[in-house]
C-alpha cells in the first residue's frame, strides 16, 4: 500500500479510468474499491438543517409527532447518541461529506467554503466522488453548505440560471425554487403586520418572537433597520405545495422515479428547520404556542460558562423570555412536522418501485438548535441541544429492524458507513463504520466522542468530549482565559451546574478531567491534530 496521498483532482482522474485509490489528503490510506454482487445498492441521504436530537417523537418528545421518521427508525438503526462534528454548518457537512476531522478538512467556518481564499480546503474526495467513479448516478438536491469545487459530478436536470455560476449556490439552489414561485406564489404587496421572508421574498405574518413584530416596513427603513433571516418568526403566507420543503421533496421524489432502474445516492439537503422559523399553514397552527414549555435551563445565569456571552446571549434577550420562546418552539415543530410528511411521500415512493430493499437510506441533521435553552438561539456550542442530532439508518436484510445504538458516534463515521454498505471496499477515514456498533460486534467504538471548532482562537472552547455521560469543554491553548467546563449529564441533564471552571470544589474532579483529556489525546493523536500538545498541557482544575 502506498504511504504517498494524493490530491482531489488526481483521484477524481483515477477514478474515472477505474484506477485504484491511493489515499486521500488529511485521512488515511485507501483500497480499490469493489461493486457489490448481485447489482449495486443505491444510496438515499436525507439531511436536515438545524434538528436537535429530541425533535423526534422516538426520541422522546411527547409533543413533536414525527411517524414517518419514527417508521425509519424503527425499520432499522436509531442511533440516540450521535454528534456533529462542529455545531457549524460548513465545517459539518464538509466532515459528513469526507468523513475527516474539521482540522482534515480545514473547514473552520462558513465564510472558507463561500469564499475559499485559503489553499488545502477540503483536498480530499467526497462519498459522491468516489461513488461516481464506481458507476453511480449522484444527484443533490438543497442546501450544499460546503466547498463548491465538489458539485462538478453532480448530474441534476436543472442547471444554473443565467445568473449563477452553479446550480449549487450558497443558497442551496434558492434561486431554481425562486424562479418555480413566480408563477405558484406571484408576489404580492405588503399587509399590516407583515414583512417579506428572506428566503422566498414573499410576505410573512410576525408573531411576538418576531424581532420587529408590531413595526412596519417604513418604520424600519426610517431607522436603517434590515430583517435578517434568523429575527423573522411567524406564518408564512404561502400554500403549503409550494414551500422550500415541499419543493425539495419533490425534486428527491422525480429523482428516485427517473434513476429507479440505475445505482443512483440521491441527497435531500432540506433547509429547515433551520431560520427562518416560518412555517406555512397548517404547520403554524398545529402545536399552538401557548401549549408550549420553555426550556428548563432558560433561567441559567451562566456565571460559571464558557458559553455566557454566545451567540449574542446578552443583546438578544427575547431567546430569555419565557412567553415569547413558546412561540419559537411551535413554529419549530412545525417546520420538522412539515419534513416529516414529506418524508413520508419519500420513503412511500421507494417502496412503490421496489427500491426499499435495496436502498440504504440515512437521515441526519448537520447540527442542532438551542431553541431558547440558556437563553439563546442557533448552534455554535456544545450544548447538548446544539452538538447532539438525530440519525437514523435504514437497510432492509443487511439492518435488523428496531436496533438501537446507545454507542456515541459522531458524523464522521458515515463516510465510512456508506463505502461499508454500499460494498465499496475499505476506503479509509478518521471516522468508523458504524456497522460493528449496529449488530453488536464492535465493542471498541462508540465510548466517546469529540466535537471541535476552531474558529475565533482563545475566544470559545475549541474541544468537547463526551463520555459515560460526562462531557468536558475546554480550549486547546494553555493561554486561553476561556472557562473550562465539565458536565455530569447523569445527574445534570440541562448542563446548568459547571463542576470544574470557577466552582471552588473543582479539585474534586481531577481524575474524571484527566481521564477525559486522556481520550481527547487518544483523539487528537490518532487524527493528526497539530493541538495535541496544547490539549496536553493545558490546566483543567
Known amino acids: 500500500m502506498k504511504k504517498n496521498l494524493q490530491n482531489r483532482r488526481e483521484f477524481l482522474k483515477a477514478a474515472a479510468m477505474s484506477v485504484a485509490v491511493t489515499g486521500l489528503a488529511g485521512c488515511s490510506e485507501g483500497l480499490q474499491s469493489f461493486a457489490g454482487k448481485g447489482g449495486k ?103 450544499w453548505h460546503s466547498l463548491s469545487s465538489h458539485t462538478d459530478i453532480y448530474k441534476n436536470p436543472l442547471r444554473a440560471s443565467k445568473n449563477e455560476k452553479s446550480v449549487f449556490d450558497h443558497g442551496g439552489q434558492k434561486h431554481v425554487w425562486i424562479d418555480y414561485l413566480k408563477d405558484k406564489e406571484p ?38 433597520k434590515k430583517v435578517v433571516q434568523p429575527d423573522q418568526h411567524g406564518e408564512l403566507l404561502m400554500d403549503k405545495e409550494n414551500t422550500l420543503t415541499a419543493f425539495q421533496a419533490k425534486q428527491t421524489i ?41 426550556p428548563v435551563s432558560i433561567d441559567d445565569d451562566m456565571a460559571n460558562s464558557p458559553y455566557q456571552g454566545a451567540n449574542g446571549r446578552g443583546r438578544l434577550k427575547e431567546y430569555r423570555d419565557k412567553d415569547k420562546i413558546k412561540y419559537m418552539i411551535s413554529n419549530y415543530y412545525g417546520l420538522v412536522k412539515e419534513i416529516d410528511d414529506w418524508m413520508g411521500e419519500i420513503l412511500n415512493t ?23 435553552s440558556h437563553g439563546m438561539r442557533e448552534k455554535n456550542v456544545f450544548y447538548e441541544e446544539s452538538a447532539h442530532i438525530p440519525l437514523l439508518v435504514r437497510f432492509p436484510r443487511q439492518i435488523k429492524r428496531n436496533t438501537k445504538v446507545d454507542g456515541y458516534v459522531s458524523l464522521v ?49 475549541n474541544y468537547m468530549i463526551l463520555k459515560d455521560g460526562w462531557k468536558m469543554i475546554i480550549p486547546y491553548s494553555t493561554s486561553s482565559k476561556v472557562i473550562n467546563a465539565l458536565y455530569d449529564l447523569n445527574s445534570d441533564p440541562h448542563e446548568m451546574n459547571n463542576l470544574i471552571g470557577k466552582n471552588p470544589n473543582r479539585r474534586r474532579h481531577v481524575k474524571k478531567t484527566e481521564e477525559l483529556r486522556a481520550n481527547l489525546l487518544e483523539w487528537l493523536k490518532k487524527n493528526g491534530s497539530s493541538h495535541y500538545e496544547g490539549v496536553r498541557k493545558r490546566k483543567l482544575v
Open 187 to 224: 408576489r404580492r404587496k405588503l399587509k399590516a403586520g407583515q414583512f417579506y421572508d428572506n428566503m422566498s421574498e414573499r410576505p410573512y405574518k410576525t408573531d411576538p418572537m418576531d424581532k420587529y413584530h408590531g413595526k412596519t416596513l417604513a418604520e424600519l427603513k426610517a431607522a436603517n
Open 350 to 372: 421507494l417502496d412503490k418501485h421496489g427500491l426499499t430493499d435495496k436502498t440504504l437510506v440515512i437521515f441526519v441533521s448537520d447540527h442542532g438548535e438551542m431553541l431558547g
Open 254 to 294: 422525480e429523482a428516485i422515479e427517473r434513476l429507479k432502474d440505475k445505482p443512483f445516492s440521491i441527497t435531500c439537503s432540506f433547509h429547515f428547520p433551520h431560520s427562518p422559523i416560518l412555517p406555512t399553514e397548517p404547520y403554524y397552527s398545529m402545536y399552538p404556542a401557548k401549549n408550549m414549555k420553555p
Open 41 to 143: 445498492p443505491n444510496l438515499l441521504f436525507i439531511m436536515t438543517d438545524q434538528q436537535r436530537s429530541d425533535a423526534l417523537s422516538i426520541a422522546g418528545n411527547t409533543v413533536l409527532e414525527t411517524p414517518n421518521l419514527d417508521r425509519l427508525a424503527r425499520q432499522g438503526a436509531y442511533f440516540k447518541n450521535a454528534y456533529t462534528p462542529c455545531a457549524v454548518c460548513c465545517p459539518a457537512r464538509s466532515s459528513v461529506l469526507t468523513g475527516c476531522t474539521v482540522e482534515n478538512t480545514r473547514m473552520r467556518k462558513n465564510g472558507l467554503a463561500y469564499y475559499p481564499k485559503e489553499k488545502g480546503l477540503m483536498t480530499m474526495p467526497t462519498f459522491d466522488e468516489i461513488l461516481t467513479g464506481e458507476g453511480y448516478r449522484c444527484e443533490y438536491y438543497g442546501k
Open 413 to 461: 463515521d458515515l463516510f465510512a458507513t456508506i463505502m461499508d454498505y454500499l460494498k465499496i471496499k475499505k476506503h479509509k477515514s478518521d471516522g468508523k463504520s458504524l456497522r460493528g456498533l449496529i449488530e453488536g460486534t464492535d465493542s471498541e467504538h462508540g465510548k466517546y466522542v469529540v466535537t471541535e471548532w476552531d474558529y475565533r482562537g482563545d475566544v470559545e472552547p
